[in-house]
């Protein structure tokens, strides 16, 4: 059974850049055609992708975090990471990690989801 679990710090500046680890255990992030997504729910909103990198080391970000949006794996260690710069308390969100195998998956198909990890922007 695979599982992801999201860590980082739960209070980030304004200005600064938020980074977080989804670390993957029961499977390798180099298995066939699996994506690693990070998605974002801000309170009191629904699901936003934020951006994936793909089994072959593919990235691929949402239109609107692109400029602020880096996503990077250790194949290593079986993680991916996420940073996000120039935060703002906008920002603020439940992050989660989440995989999936088809190209054609929506959010609510992923495969497997991490338990999602708070992140709070604020002075």
């Known amino acids: 059974q695979v599982q992801l679990q999201e860590s980082g710090p739960g209070l980030v500046k304004p200005s600064q850049t938020l980074s977080l680890t989804c670390t993957v255990s029961g499977g390798s992030i180099t298995t066939n055609y699996y994506a690693w997504n990070w998605i974002r729910q801000p309170p009191g909103k629904g699901l936003e992708w934020m951006g994936m990198?793909?089994?072959?080391?593919?990235?691929y970000y949402s239109p609107s975090l692109k400029s602020r949006t880096s996503i990077s794996r250790d194949t290593s260690k079986n993680q991916l990471s996420l940073q996000l710069s120039s935060v703002t308390p906008e920002d603020t969100a439940v992050y989660y990690c989440?995989?999936?195998?088809?190209?054609?998956?929506?959010?609510?198909?992923?495969?497997?989801w991490g338990q999602g990890t708070q992140v709070t922007v604020s002075s």
């Open positions: 989440a995989a999936k195998r088809s190209p054609i998956a929506s959010i609510d198909q992923y495969d497997y």
């Open positions: 990198i793909t089994y072959d080391g593919r990235t």
